[in-house]
């Protein structure tokens, strides 16, 4: 039998925080966890200043947690957040005022990748997007903030550690004439990922503020897969300009692609329009196109929703290939049928940007 999220939190519930006197689970110090397969992670989130002496706490949570049958590894962090007060307010549906962010210096506008599910090709997206955009003669940047999954470093081709600037900025990495940071950068592929509510948070206003990007004209933002609380929280902490939807046809992904819609309009950030990945199938050996995933559900979708359909890209061999090998295909095969298709949704979610007021004029002093 699988071990589940409530079996977790019965067992953390039996450990007890010495210096407070109550289980880990009442008092509210267990956040994030993620049961998958029998692999479990959570945080115990503590004051600051007992960081350093709880950590044989620590080490009873794990090992409460590995004595539960069916879980095959355990990872416990200890976490510090900062004071409740320094984060945003949430924000009520239906409210009018977009909140008050401020923008990020130099960057002209920033637009979120966001889709109803994982693996519909949201990263494949973002990233011959952004190649796209530069394609067209802008200067972007790409920030992965799928913390959970970041794939951004493998599919451009981008490896290594970033450069601290003056010891507290860092500099985004570089490949094909785009910048990226990526939290994948900054930890290994391996480390369990439990950056979650707050933790997130703190992640990506690092990423945002804390990384010297330089001007950039669009600033490409890959977010985690879904429409949760927490895809609703990231959006609202960064200053979108907009939202691109990536969706394949089938329905069941529109249902969740129209959650992301609703997402988006809770927090007034204008959805740009939506993109069909996996569109119909192109046969590598034979050219021959069948519509396996009943083509063209996303465009008639976007018309009913009353929202832009951005275009359409086929499930090809050649598309995923090159994405996961780094070389995604608007760089490696410029020429081809494909590069054109993002390259032209590039141009649609420029001119968008642009006639929407967004992005500000570049002041420039020289
Ligand atoms: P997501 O970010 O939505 O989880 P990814 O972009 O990581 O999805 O894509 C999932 C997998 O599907 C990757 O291996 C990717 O290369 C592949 N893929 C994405 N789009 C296409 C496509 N149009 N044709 C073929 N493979 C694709």
Redesign the pocket.
């Known amino acids: 039998m699988s071990v589940t999220e409530s079996d977790v939190l019965a067992a953390l519930k039996r450990v007890r925080d010495p210096e407070r006197g109550g289980d880990l689970v009442s008092l509210g110090m267990v956040q994030g966890v993620q049961v998958r397969e029998g692999h479990v992670a959570f945080a115990i989130e503590v004051e600051r200043e007992r960081g350093p002496r709880l950590e044989p706490l620590r080490r009873a949570a794990e090992k409460a947690i590995e004595a539960l049958p069916g879980v095959l590894s355990v990872s416990a962090v200890l976490t510090a957040e900062a004071p409740p007060q320094r984060q945003a307010p949430p924000q009520r549906p239906g409210r009018a005022t977009p909140p008050a962010q401020p923008l990020v210096p130099g960057v002209r506008a920033i637009v979120a990748v966001a889709?109803g599910k994982?693996?519909?090709?949201?990263?494949?997206?973002a990233a011959n997007l952004a190649l796209g955009l530069a394609a067209i003669g802008r200067t972007v940047g790409v920030l992965d903030a799928?913390i959970y999954g970041p794939?951004m470093p493998r599919m451009l081709g981008i490896s290594g550690r970033p450069r601290m600037i003056e010891g507290k900025r860092l500099a985004p990495l570089e490949n094909y004439g785009i910048k990226c940071m990526s939290m994948g950068f900054l930890v290994d592929e391996e480390t369990p990922m439990i950056w979650r509510g707050p933790m997130v948070m703190s992640a990506l206003q690092q990423m945002l503020r804390d990384v010297e990007w330089g001007e950039l004209d669009v600033m490409v933002v890959d977010l985690p897969?879904g429409t949760g609380d927490a895809q609703l929280t990231m959006a609202q902490q960064v200053p979108l300009a907009g939202a691109v939807i990536?969706s394949t046809p089938q329905d069941i992904a529109l249902l969740d692609a129209r959650k992301g819609l609703n997402m988006f309009r809770k927090v007034d950030v204008p959805v740009l329009g939506i993109v069909e990945?996996?569109s119909y199938f192109l046969c590598p050996h034979c050219g021959q196109r069948s519509d396996i995933f009943s083509h063209g559900g996303a465009r008639r979708e976007a018309e009913r929703l009353g929202v832009d359909f951005l275009g359409e890209?086929?499930?090809?061999?050649a598309?995923?290939e090159t994405?996961?090998g780094g070389r995604p295909i608007v760089v490696s095969d410029p020429a081809s049928p494909h590069a054109k298709a993002y390259r032209e949704i590039a141009e649609r979610v420029w001119t968008k940007l642009a006639a929407a007021g967004r992005p500000a004029p570049r002041i420039v002093v020289q």
């Open positions: 889709s994982g693996g519909v090709g949201k990263s494949t997206t799928d794939s897969p990536v990945n996996m890209l086929p499930l090809d061999i598309i995923r994405s996961d």
